[in-house]
């Protein structure tokens, strides 16, 4: 199933009296970008995490909160330590600002307890923590998926009516096409009828004509290849794999062909259908570009 590249996940578990909370949401990127918000012990777990994210997406913008908080009022400012060394850290680097500024004012306990990091978590046991850790960002990105598909599938089968829709255009533009001829061969024979008076028009030679115009402006080829995009268009929607730069690719090749048929005619009408068709194909491209 075609995925979108936006969604959000959402997940928690306790363990121990501590609440984990993971929380996962991804946004359009042309490839994969991901960014770990994660709090106190938990950032040891970053290259387990990346791994797993990297193995579950291929392109979008992915950013991860996992944070790991007291459940509720069980122990809140209960079970934190002293950071010893940082805090005597602090103490030396107070008592050479006292120093090198000749001050007199004394290093109180308010003052020490201000700094930042003085308390911290105890150490936890990655090794314990990390199946419940893994669990819940499993579970967040689970939930992601789901929007994900969901969204994807709506996007889905608004490019599959304006693949229709392009199907429509060329269809217009190729029984366009005889109508031209017939038309070019009708100018070009009161034109010479006009040149020539009541002399016998060399028939042949007319003919040759027309053979040199249908040949320059044939678009039989462009419009098969376009066809052909369109059948593989439909194709990758159909599939589970991640196909948003094949489907760009796709459309790029369509806009090659567009702008060969548009330049090989000179009708107004074929013209006007060929503007119709880059405009649809450049509402398709903004569609794609929210694919993974």
Same mark, same amino acid.
């Not at 908080?69 to 107070?94: H, R, S, T």
């Given at each position: #199933?075609?995925?979108?590249?936006?969604?959000?996940?959402?997940?928690?578990?306790?363990?121990?009296?501590?609440?984990?909370?993971?929380?996962?949401?991804?946004?359009?990127?042309?490839?994969?970008?991901?960014?770990?918000?994660?709090?106190?012990?938990?950032?040891?777990?970053?290259?387990?995490?990346?791994?797993?994210?990297?193995?579950?997406?291929?392109?979008?913008?992915?950013?991860?909160?996992?944070?790991?908080?007291?459940?509720?009022?069980?122990?809140?400012?209960?079970?934190?330590?002293?950071?010893?060394?940082?805090?005597?850290?602090?103490?030396?680097?107070?008592?050479?600002?006292?120093?090198?500024?000749?001050?007199?004012?004394?290093?109180?306990?308010?003052?020490?307890?201000?700094?930042?990091?003085?308390?911290?978590?105890?150490?936890?046991?990655?090794?314990?923590?990390?199946?419940?850790?893994?669990?819940?960002?499993?579970?967040?990105?689970?939930?992601? #998926?789901? =929007?994900?598909?969901?969204?994807?599938?709506?996007?889905?089968?608004?490019?599959?009516?304006?693949?229709?829709?392009?199907?429509?255009?060329?269809?217009?533009?190729?029984?366009?096409?005889?109508?031209?001829?017939?038309?070019? $061969?009708?100018?070009?024979?009161?034109?010479?009828?006009?040149?020539?008076?009541?002399?016998?028009?060399?028939?042949?030679?007319? =003919? $040759?004509?027309?053979? #040199?115009?249908?040949?320059?402006?044939?678009?039989?080829?462009?419009?098969?290849?376009?066809?052909?995009?369109?059948?593989?268009?439909?194709?990758?929607? $159909?599939?589970?794999?991640?196909?948003?730069?094949?489907?760009?690719?796709?459309?790029?090749? =369509?806009?090659?062909?567009?702008?060969?048929?548009?330049?090989?005619?000179?009708?107004?009408?074929?013209?006007?259908?060929?503007?119709?068709?880059?405009?649809?194909?450049?509402?398709?491209?903004? $569609?794609?570009?929210?694919?993974?």
């Amino acid at each position: #199933m075609i995925k979108s590249m936006t969604g959000y996940g959402r997940a928690e578990a306790v363990l121990d009296g501590k609440k984990i909370v993971a929380e996962i949401k991804s946004l359009n990127h042309r490839y994969l970008e991901t960014s770990l918000r994660l709090s106190g012990t938990l950032a040891a777990l970053e290259m387990e995490i990346k791994k797993k994210i990297t193995n579950r997406f291929s392109r979008g913008k992915i950013e991860v909160a996992l944070r790991m908080e007291a459940n509720g009022a069980q122990a809140i400012g209960v079970g934190f330590d002293l950071n010893v060394p940082l805090l005597k850290n602090y103490y030396q680097l107070l008592l050479r600002i006292k120093k090198e500024l000749n001050l007199k004012e004394e290093i109180t306990l308010s003052m020490m307890a201000s700094f930042r990091d003085v308390f911290v978590p105890p150490e936890e046991d990655l090794a314990t923590v990390w199946p419940t850790v893994e669990g819940v960002l499993d579970e967040a990105v689970a939930a992601l #998926m789901v =929007m994900r598909e969901k969204e994807g599938a709506i996007l889905s089968q608004d490019l599959r009516e304006r693949i229709v829709t392009l199907g429509n255009f060329l269809d217009t533009i190729e029984k366009r096409v005889p109508r031209v001829l017939a038309a070019y $061969q009708k100018r070009l024979t009161e034109r010479v009828k006009e040149l020539v008076g009541d002399r016998e028009i060399e028939e042949s030679r007319l =003919m $040759q004509e027309v053979a #040199m115009m249908a040949e320059k402006s044939d678009i039989t080829e462009e419009i098969v290849r376009f066809r052909s995009h369109l059948d593989q268009f439909i194709g990758m929607l $159909q599939g589970d794999e991640a196909v948003g730069r094949k489907l760009d690719f796709l459309l790029q090749e =369509m806009g090659r062909e567009v702008n060969t048929i548009g330049s090989k005619s000179s009708d107004v009408e074929i013209a006007r259908q060929v503007i119709e068709v880059k405009s649809e194909l450049a509402r398709i491209r903004e $569609q794609v570009q929210n694919f993974e």
